[in-house]
């Protein structure tokens, strides 16, 4: 039961921060996409990309499957907005974003609750012995302020 | 220990998005306080006092104390950016912010783990009933996700 509702509280948060960027990048125009979101910072179109590609990435972190399009890292997350994101116009992107969080959501769902609670790739077993905070759980929780961050700078725009 | 174990993640989530925001804040010059994030849009001083607003009031929805400095809110959180932000020179404002986080930190760490999972003040008992993870827990996860909120935003200051 208390597994269970701490996972609930948790999912709830990153879905609330998954909905309310949806909803935004669905509102905008293909010019939209272009603008930045303060004078010499990212496009939308990047932030879009990047959500997309570091939510791809989860399920791998999470250790429940392969990462969805990997091949967005080098773009998206590794370098800055630049050339290299025309490769992916906004319909590609669009259309991972709905891959990417459908399956996490279908993931998500299947998971027990108890184990959110154990580690994740990303750390060793040794570590996580002497840390048992650093579970899967941890992971949602700061991929969902990650969410926020970056929510903060789209409604700039 | 479950209960224990979630309220630990949940503080050190809080607690990485007030450090991080507390660091920028105390870097930045006078003068930087006046900046806006983007053209147009919110000062970081404005910013600064609306995130202390907020979090002294937190005590009083947590139902652990009185509210801290509410009568900041008519100013930060209720009114736009503007003219009468400066009431508050960036001095006053550092002391409260201080005062107010130092306070949570005792209140929080001084509250037994399960206590977190009671009702907030924000809501009654029959609809935490309906829903239990309307919790005290719940609010300082939302309240997390808004430092980063408006972090995403003074980064591109």
């Known amino acids: 039961m208390d597994h269970q509702l701490f996972v609930k509280m948790a999912l709830q948060g990153w879905n609330t921060q998954v909905t309310r960027a949806e909803k935004y990048f669905n509102a905008l125009s293909e010019a939209d996409f272009q603008k930045t979101v303060a004078p010499g910072k990212n496009r939308i179109i990047y932030l879009y990309g990047h959500l997309t590609s570091y939510h791809g990435l989860l399920s791998e972190t999470l250790g429940l499957g392969q990462a969805m399009y990997p091949e967005l890292a080098p773009v998206f997350l590794r370098t800055p907005d630049g050339p290299l994101v025309n490769a992916y116009p906004v319909e590609k992107l669009r259309e ?7 399956r996490l959501t279908e993931l998500f769902n299947a998971l027990p ?28 929780l700061s991929r969902t302020n990650h969410i926020a961050y970056h929510f903060g700078q789209l409604v700039l725009v």
Not at 113 to 138: C, I, Q, V
Request: no cysteine.
């Open 96 to 102: 991972y974003w709905h891959e990417v969080h459908d």
């Open 113 to 140: 609750a108890e184990d959110w609670f154990k580690r994740h790739n990303a750390m060793t077993d040794e570590d996580f012995a002497n840390d048992p905070t650093r579970n899967r759980l941890s992971v949602l």
